[in-house]
């Protein structure tokens, strides 16, 4: 587990704490208060070892593609 922490210091190092969004996202007027700035807030507070963590990652994934797939998929059939 010691070893999992040190990756995931070295992975946010770009990130700081200011509410877990990145500085050139801050750069481009991304900040807690906005729509685009929360989701990125939300995202960069994600810890990768946890599990639940993990979970809530592949939620907010699917949650952005379904729509695509789903339009797709009626276009084709």
Do not use: C
Not at 4 to 32: C, K, N, W
């Amino acid at each position: 587990m010691e070893e999992r922490d040190g990756d995931y210091r070295e992975m946010t190092q770009h990130v700081d704490s200011f509410h877990g969004i990145p500085h050139d996202a801050r750069m481009l007027g991304l900040d807690r208060h906005t729509q685009e700035g929360a989701l990125v807030s939300m995202a960069g507070s994600l810890n990768p070892s946890k599990l639940s963590h993990k979970v809530v990652a592949w939620l907010m994934l699917l949650a952005f593609i379904a729509p695509g797939l789903l339009g797709l998929v009626r276009n084709i059939f």
